[in-house]
């Protein structure tokens, strides 16, 4: 499972208020979320972001409430991989249930800069910045885990072992 795409960079602390603020949690619909991702911080990112591209943070990505709209909106948006020092670990579970990968490297994050080309290798950990000819190394991501994101998501991933436990 491989990731492709180009940079948008943000902080620390970028916390899910920012993220998809408040006032947008009325509505459930993901394409909707996604139109309103990240414009409090960065009001051009939903007209410059395209499909696969790649998200990096500093430390504490996802911080504040615990609330599942952000994953979805950064995922909806296009996003297809967030990479970040650290993550809050209520986003980080979060993320995974709603099968978006994330990978904490402080290394890339600390590296990797807006609008360099980049691709993750999930399975190795390997994150290749193409800009700039460097890998970093992050821990790749458990069999199960890579189950769930690949189903897009552990509600898919349920459903489809049931339906393998049926036949």
Do not use: W
């Not at 911080?41 to 996802?62: L, P, S, T, Y």
């Not at 948006?77 to 650290?86: D, K």
């Not at 994150?127 to 190394?137: F, V």
């Amino acid at each position: 499972m491989e990731a492709k795409g180009f940079v948008h960079r943000y902080g620390d602390n970028v916390d899910t208020d920012v993220i998809i603020p408040a006032r947008y949690l009325n509505t459930q619909n993901d394409k909707e979320l996604a139109s309103h991702c990240m414009e409090d911080i960065d009001r051009d990112f939903v007209h410059k972001v395209h499909a696969g591209d790649i998200m990096v943070a500093g430390e504490n990505f996802g911080c504040g409430s615990s609330r599942e709209h952000a994953p979805i909106a950064i995922k909806a948006s296009g996003i297809s991989c967030v990479i970040a020092s650290t993550f809050a670990r209520i986003f980080y579970r979060n993320a995974i249930n709603i099968g978006l990968p994330i990978l904490e490297c402080p290394e890339a994050s600390e590296k990797i800069r807006a609008g360099d080309e980049v691709s993750v290798d999930f399975d190795t950990g390997v994150i290749t910045n193409i800009t700039k000819n460097e890998t970093y190394q992050a821990l790749p991501f458990p069999a199960f885990i890579q189950n769930i994101i690949r189903a897009g998501g552990l509600m898919n991933s349920i459903r489809n072992r049931t339906e393998e436990n049926a036949e």
